[in-house]
């Protein structure tokens, strides 16, 4: 099978003509930072960070990026809370996954798997929070936003895999419940060339900040 080649100057050159329109009608607007900051890092999991699994993404600079984003968090003198998701099912014959099978290998996601484990490169802390989830968004049919609620969070740094899925429907998610967003570029993992380009182009003109990582660590190593 012939290997299908990605010209990323394409979508560039797309993108600039796009930007340009969207700014002259309002679009592309910047959200800022708020009060208090927390990470939502999005199914960086074993399953979608490693190879060999059908979830598997080109995900290795998305971990380091993450792994120096939460180092800058960690060492933080003003708190920022980090929360991990993994989207995985009981091995009861996947009664708690709905009809998302019918679309998607679910099946190969299993709670307690290696899979399922959040990549070791991330170093989760024990005071960090790990939950599994069952659709796209972290804050479908979970607990997330009366965490974040029940702390006075009012903006969220998102992070993880996919940029078409997972992180998307967060993101969007989060601006509806009132959250600012940002999303690092760099900590942006997928599987599908021209999925990472496209959605973060989209999520900044309509969604979220989408900032460069060294950004966003030079704006948390600012904090007192």
Not at 106 to 116: C, D, M, N, Q
Not at 183 to 190: C, G, Q, R, W, Y
Not at 204 to 224: C, G, H, R
């Amino acid at each position: 099978m012939q290997e299908v080649q990605f010209d990323p100057k394409v979508l560039e050159a797309a993108f600039e003509e796009a930007g340009r329109i969207y700014k002259e009608r309002g679009f592309q607007r910047r959200m800022g930072f708020g009060k208090k900051l927390a990470i939502i890092n999005v199914d960086l999991a074993n399953a979608w960070t490693r190879p060999g699994h059908p979830f598997s993404c080109d995900a290795d600079s998305a971990v380091e990026a993450t792994a120096r984003l939460l180092d800058a968090a960690r060492a933080c003198k003003q708190k920022i809370l980090i929360w991990f998701s993994c989207t995985a099912f009981n091995e009861n014959g996947l009664e708690d996954n709905g009809r998302w099978e019918e679309k998607i290998p679910l099946s190969t996601l299993h709670i307690g798997s290696e899979w399922a484990e959040i990549d070791s490169r991330l170093k989760v802390q024990p005071n960090e929070t790990v939950f599994y989830k069952k659709m796209a968004s972290c804050f479908a049919g979970t607990p997330l936003n009366y965490q974040l609620r029940s702390r006075d969070i009012d903006t969220v740094i998102v992070t993880g895999a996919t940029a078409c899925a997972c992180v998307r429907h967060t993101v969007m998610d989060a601006v509806a419940l009132g959250y600012k967003v940002i999303v690092p570029a760099e900590t942006i993992a997928d599987r599908i060339p021209g999925a990472i380009q496209w959605n973060l182009f989209d999520m900044d003109a309509k969604f979220a900040d989408v900032m460069p990582v060294d950004e966003v660590i030079a704006y948390i190593n600012s904090l007192k």
